[in-house]
């Protein structure tokens, strides 16, 4: 639908392109200042729901990002430890629907 990402991502350029999506995540509790505060997401509910109409936030949990390798997991919230988190690897072929899913 062409959104953003609602949460706190990395920010910038990385070298794999600009972070605006919501897949780099750091922080799943905050959202991303770039779109408003708290108040402003509620008053937007407010809002649609006034007019009819409702908000679907999307949010993936699954994705946290990290700017080191490996990562510093210290710095995601709220999955601050190595525990929650599988194996880190590359998708090294985009042809290989395994190599996709599990990487």
Same mark, same amino acid.
């Given at each position: 639908?062409?959104?953003?990402?609602?949460?706190?991502?990395?920010? +910038?350029?990385?070298?794999?392109?600009?972070?605006?999506?919501?897949?780099?995540?750091?922080?799943?509790?905050?959202?991303?200042? @770039?779109? +408003?505060?708290?108040?402003? %997401?509620?008053?937007?509910?407010?809002?649609? @729901?006034?007019?009819?109409?409702? %908000?679907?936030?999307?949010?993936?949990?699954? @994705?946290?990002?990290?700017?080191?390798?490996?990562?510093? @997991?210290?710095?995601?919230?709220?999955?601050?430890?190595?525990?929650?988190?599988?194996?880190?690897?590359?998708?090294?072929?985009?042809?290989?629907?395994?190599?996709?899913?599990?990487?």
């Amino acid at each position: 639908m062409g959104f953003d990402a609602v949460v706190a991502n990395i920010e +910038g350029a990385m070298p794999e392109g600009q972070v605006y999506q919501g897949y780099w995540v750091q922080d799943q509790n905050v959202l991303n200042d @770039h779109f +408003g505060m708290d108040t402003d %997401l509620k008053l937007l509910s407010t809002m649609l @729901h006034k007019m009819g109409m409702y %908000l679907m936030i999307d949010v993936v949990v699954k @994705h946290m990002a990290a700017t080191t390798l490996p990562p510093n @997991h210290t710095v995601f919230t709220p999955f601050d430890e190595q525990v929650g988190f599988c194996c880190f690897c590359w998708i090294t072929d985009y042809n290989n629907q395994t190599d996709v899913e599990q990487c």
